[in-house]
Protein backbone atom coordinates (compact mmCIF):
# COMPACT_ATOMS: atom_id res chain seq x y z
CA UNK A 1 0.00 0.00 0.00
CA UNK A 2 1.49 3.47 -0.86
CA UNK A 3 1.18 6.30 1.38
CA UNK A 4 1.74 9.95 0.82
CA UNK A 5 3.18 12.65 3.04
CA UNK A 6 -0.21 13.01 4.46
CA UNK A 7 -1.11 9.62 5.02
CA UNK A 8 1.87 8.72 6.31
CA UNK A 9 1.55 11.75 8.78
CA UNK A 10 -1.96 10.51 10.29
CA UNK A 11 -0.87 7.70 10.37
CA UNK A 12 2.16 8.60 13.07
CA UNK A 13 -0.07 11.35 15.24
CA UNK A 14 -2.16 8.35 15.37
CA UNK A 15 -0.38 5.51 16.67
CA UNK A 16 1.17 8.07 18.50
CA UNK A 17 -2.17 8.99 20.12
CA UNK A 18 -3.11 5.54 20.52
CA UNK A 19 -0.07 4.81 22.53
CA UNK A 20 -0.12 7.86 24.71
CA UNK A 21 -4.04 6.77 25.36
CA UNK A 22 -3.23 3.29 26.00
CA UNK A 23 -0.08 4.22 28.64
CA UNK A 24 -2.85 6.58 30.45
CA UNK A 25 -5.38 3.87 30.31
CA UNK A 26 -2.83 1.58 32.35
CA UNK A 27 -2.93 4.83 35.60
CA UNK A 28 -6.54 5.85 35.05
CA UNK A 29 -9.20 2.82 33.55
CA UNK A 30 -12.31 5.42 34.67
CA UNK A 31 -11.16 8.50 32.53
CA UNK A 32 -13.75 8.81 29.75
CA UNK A 33 -12.60 11.38 27.31
CA UNK A 34 -9.12 8.81 27.05
CA UNK A 35 -11.15 6.13 26.08
CA UNK A 36 -12.84 7.97 23.32
CA UNK A 37 -9.25 9.70 22.37
CA UNK A 38 -8.10 5.90 22.13
CA UNK A 39 -10.78 5.04 20.04
CA UNK A 40 -11.14 7.94 17.26
CA UNK A 41 -7.11 6.86 17.08
CA UNK A 42 -7.92 3.24 16.35
CA UNK A 43 -10.88 4.83 14.22
CA UNK A 44 -7.98 6.51 12.16
CA UNK A 45 -5.32 3.71 12.22
CA UNK A 46 -8.27 1.01 10.74
CA UNK A 47 -7.98 2.53 7.55
CA UNK A 48 -4.51 1.95 7.27
CA UNK A 49 -4.76 -2.28 7.50
CA UNK A 50 -6.04 -4.93 5.25
CA UNK A 51 -9.68 -5.77 5.83
CA UNK A 52 -9.92 -8.39 8.53
CA UNK A 53 -7.10 -6.20 10.74
CA UNK A 54 -9.60 -3.14 10.25
CA UNK A 55 -12.21 -5.22 11.56
CA UNK A 56 -10.62 -6.36 14.54
CA UNK A 57 -9.20 -2.43 15.21
CA UNK A 58 -12.62 -0.97 14.53
CA UNK A 59 -13.88 -4.00 17.09
CA UNK A 60 -11.51 -2.89 19.95
CA UNK A 61 -13.00 0.83 18.77
CA UNK A 62 -16.40 0.28 19.76
CA UNK A 63 -15.16 -1.70 22.84
CA UNK A 64 -13.04 1.29 24.00
CA UNK A 65 -16.19 3.57 23.31
CA UNK A 66 -18.51 1.32 25.16
CA UNK A 67 -17.09 1.96 28.09
CA UNK A 68 -16.63 4.81 27.90
CA UNK A 69 -20.54 5.25 27.94
CA UNK A 70 -20.60 3.18 30.74
CA UNK A 71 -18.29 5.59 32.64
CA UNK A 72 -20.41 8.48 30.91
CA UNK A 73 -23.61 7.97 29.49
CA UNK A 74 -23.96 11.68 28.52
CA UNK A 75 -20.39 11.81 26.40
CA UNK A 76 -21.93 12.55 22.48
CA UNK A 77 -18.42 12.61 21.51
CA UNK A 78 -18.46 8.71 22.12
CA UNK A 79 -21.68 8.31 20.17
CA UNK A 80 -20.85 10.18 16.84
CA UNK A 81 -17.34 7.87 16.87
CA UNK A 82 -19.36 4.72 17.71
CA UNK A 83 -21.69 5.69 14.66
CA UNK A 84 -18.83 5.80 12.58
CA UNK A 85 -17.05 2.57 13.98
CA UNK A 86 -20.38 1.09 12.92
CA UNK A 87 -20.42 3.05 9.21
CA UNK A 88 -17.04 1.94 8.93
CA UNK A 89 -17.78 -1.59 9.73
CA UNK A 90 -20.79 -1.65 7.50
CA UNK A 91 -18.82 -0.55 4.36
CA UNK A 92 -16.34 -3.59 4.85
CA UNK A 93 -18.50 -5.91 4.31
CA UNK A 94 -19.26 -6.96 0.41
CA UNK A 95 -22.73 -8.00 1.35
CA UNK A 96 -25.21 -5.34 2.20
CA UNK A 97 -27.68 -7.88 3.82
CA UNK A 98 -24.38 -8.12 6.53
CA UNK A 99 -23.32 -4.48 6.74
CA UNK A 100 -27.00 -3.19 6.89
CA UNK A 101 -27.08 -3.69 10.55
CA UNK A 102 -24.28 -1.78 11.36
CA UNK A 103 -25.64 1.32 9.17
CA UNK A 104 -28.76 0.82 11.22
CA UNK A 105 -26.51 0.76 14.71
CA UNK A 106 -24.84 4.16 13.01
CA UNK A 107 -27.74 5.83 12.67
CA UNK A 108 -28.84 5.18 16.69
CA UNK A 109 -25.89 6.51 17.45
CA UNK A 110 -25.87 9.51 15.55
CA UNK A 111 -29.50 10.21 16.39
CA UNK A 112 -28.37 9.98 20.06
CA UNK A 113 -25.66 11.98 19.96
CA UNK A 114 -27.75 14.64 18.09
CA UNK A 115 -30.68 14.61 20.67
CA UNK A 116 -27.84 15.23 23.58
CA UNK A 117 -25.92 18.07 21.33
CA UNK A 118 -28.88 19.51 19.57
CA UNK A 119 -28.18 21.70 16.58
CA UNK A 120 -24.45 19.95 16.25
CA UNK A 121 -24.35 20.31 12.34
CA UNK A 122 -21.53 17.43 12.00
CA UNK A 123 -23.86 14.76 14.08
CA UNK A 124 -27.21 16.41 12.22
CA UNK A 125 -25.03 15.48 8.40
CA UNK A 126 -23.82 12.55 10.00
CA UNK A 127 -27.59 11.20 10.16
CA UNK A 128 -28.38 12.54 6.82
CA UNK A 129 -25.24 10.27 5.16
CA UNK A 130 -26.09 7.47 7.19
CA UNK A 131 -29.34 7.21 5.71
CA UNK A 132 -27.75 6.79 2.03
CA UNK A 133 -24.91 4.27 3.25
CA UNK A 134 -26.90 1.54 1.82
CA UNK A 135 -27.41 2.98 -1.62
CA UNK A 136 -23.37 3.99 -1.27
CA UNK A 137 -22.60 1.12 -0.06
CA UNK A 138 -24.37 -0.93 -3.13
CA UNK A 139 -22.41 1.28 -5.47
CA UNK A 140 -19.03 0.99 -3.93
CA UNK A 141 -19.09 -2.71 -4.25
CA UNK A 142 -20.24 -2.47 -7.80
CA UNK A 143 -17.36 -0.44 -8.95
CA UNK A 144 -15.21 -2.44 -6.97
CA UNK A 145 -16.61 -5.90 -9.00
CA UNK A 146 -16.46 -4.07 -11.96
CA UNK A 147 -12.70 -3.35 -11.45
CA UNK A 148 -11.70 -6.68 -10.87
CA UNK A 149 -13.59 -8.07 -13.48
CA UNK A 150 -11.70 -5.90 -15.61
CA UNK A 151 -8.56 -6.77 -14.38
CA UNK A 152 -8.13 -3.90 -11.44
CA UNK A 153 -8.41 -1.76 -14.25
CA UNK A 154 -11.29 1.62 -13.80
CA UNK A 155 -14.37 1.01 -14.19
CA UNK A 156 -15.62 2.79 -17.13
CA UNK A 157 -19.35 3.71 -17.08
CA UNK A 158 -21.70 4.20 -20.30
CA UNK A 159 -21.21 7.39 -21.86
CA UNK A 160 -25.33 8.28 -20.10
CA UNK A 161 -24.33 7.58 -17.02
CA UNK A 162 -20.63 9.49 -17.19
CA UNK A 163 -22.20 12.55 -15.50
CA UNK A 164 -24.84 10.73 -12.64
CA UNK A 165 -21.64 8.55 -12.37
CA UNK A 166 -19.44 11.30 -11.73
CA UNK A 167 -22.10 13.15 -9.03
CA UNK A 168 -21.92 9.89 -7.13
CA UNK A 169 -18.07 9.55 -6.92
CA UNK A 170 -17.92 13.38 -6.11
CA UNK A 171 -20.44 12.87 -3.27
CA UNK A 172 -18.42 9.72 -1.78
CA UNK A 173 -15.62 11.93 -1.99
CA UNK A 174 -17.40 14.98 -0.07
CA UNK A 175 -18.78 12.17 2.64
CA UNK A 176 -14.69 10.44 3.08
CA UNK A 177 -13.43 13.72 3.03
CA UNK A 178 -15.70 15.17 5.83
CA UNK A 179 -15.12 12.20 7.94
CA UNK A 180 -11.54 12.52 8.15
CA UNK A 181 -11.53 15.98 8.91
CA UNK A 182 -13.70 15.50 11.60
CA UNK A 183 -11.43 12.37 12.73
CA UNK A 184 -8.64 14.89 11.94
CA UNK A 185 -9.84 17.50 14.40
CA UNK A 186 -10.97 14.88 16.88
CA UNK A 187 -7.51 13.33 17.33
CA UNK A 188 -6.05 16.70 17.07
CA UNK A 189 -7.83 18.00 19.97
CA UNK A 190 -6.67 15.25 21.87
CA UNK A 191 -3.21 15.29 21.11
CA UNK A 192 -3.37 18.69 22.00
CA UNK A 193 -5.00 18.01 25.75
CA UNK A 194 -2.22 15.77 26.49
CA UNK A 195 0.35 18.24 25.83
CA UNK A 196 1.57 19.26 28.86
CA UNK A 197 1.68 23.41 29.25
CA UNK A 198 4.01 25.62 28.70
CA UNK A 199 6.83 26.06 31.08
CA UNK A 200 5.94 29.92 32.37
CA UNK A 201 8.33 32.62 30.81
CA UNK A 202 11.50 33.95 32.60
Same mark, same amino acid.
Given at each position: ???????????????????????????????????????????????????????????????????????? !????????????????????????????????????????????????????????????????????????????????? !??????????????????????????????????????????? !??????
Amino acid at each position: MQFSQDDFDRLMLSEHSRKTCEAHYAKNSLDAENLIKWAGALLELSQFQSVSDSKIMLDDCISKLEEALVIN !PTKHEALWCLGNAHTSHGFMNPDLDEARPYFEKASEYFQRAAELEPGNELYLKSIEVTAKAPELHTEIHKQGMAQQALGGG !PATPSSGKSSKAKKSSDFKYDIAGWVILALGIFIWVGAKSNMP !PPPPPR
